[in-house]
């Protein structure tokens, strides 16, 4: 039995796909109210891993709890009522381009409540002024949208139904440094905000370094290691060494130092 406080548990995971495997004997926890990175090499498992998280997928053995609950047993309608309580933002943003960008945050309102289409719309509106966004941005249509605009939309989308869990798959991908930096914090404000726990794919080391509690770092099938990136920095695994060597990883680590500086290091307490 996991603890309380593990939102998901993955035991021995095994996922095969014909004779390739990709996880052999792979553990993990989520636990709740943290921010964790699922990190490791093109290949690794990171996006089979998430949609066995959520549901998309089932391993070929192995066992996954979601808050609390054995997903192998689970009957379609209480599938269901857990699907509700995550959101997840894709990769490539996953917005409808028939729709306007308040029409695509509103969708899962429409979807899953009886809430008339006015406050629908005002509550699409309030959820993408929390990420930022200009309260004339909802009218428009997502392809008007630059990349760091569309990710902002997508997470407005992805809090649409005030999750307790939020899935974030590489949520920098494709941005400029500005735009990443500016999706980072909505994270951390997000976070803050909700106080929910966040599970985010990523390759972004800025990323990786200034917004995650903990990091699982994949590779071999399994998790090599799992910890902050403090003590990533000391594994001896060369996978996860991997992560810390060379110059651009070293810029990471340093600039995460100063803001953690400038910011008064709010998450070293998370
Ligand atoms: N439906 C599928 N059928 C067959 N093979 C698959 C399927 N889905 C994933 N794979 C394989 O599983 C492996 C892991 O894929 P996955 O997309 O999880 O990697 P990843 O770690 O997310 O990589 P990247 O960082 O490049 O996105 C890959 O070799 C991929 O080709």
Redesign the pocket.
Known sequence: MAPADTVIAMRKICTR??R?A?HTDLDLEVRRGEILAIA??????????MREMILLQRPTSGSIHLFGHDTATLTMPQAHALRLRWGVMFQHGGLFSALNVRENIGLPLREHSRLDRALIDRIAEWKLSLTGLPPDAGLKQPGEFSGGMLKRASLARAIALDPELLFLDEPTSGLDPDSAAGVSELILRTHALYGLTIVI?T?DLDLLWQSCDRVAV?GEGRVLASGSMEELSRHEHPIVRGYFEGPRQQRAAASATQVRRDKGAPWTTR
Not at 41 to 47: D, H, I, L
């Open positions: 796909f014909g390739h990709v490791g090499g093109s290949g690794s498992g990171k996006s089979v891993l794919i390759h994949l």
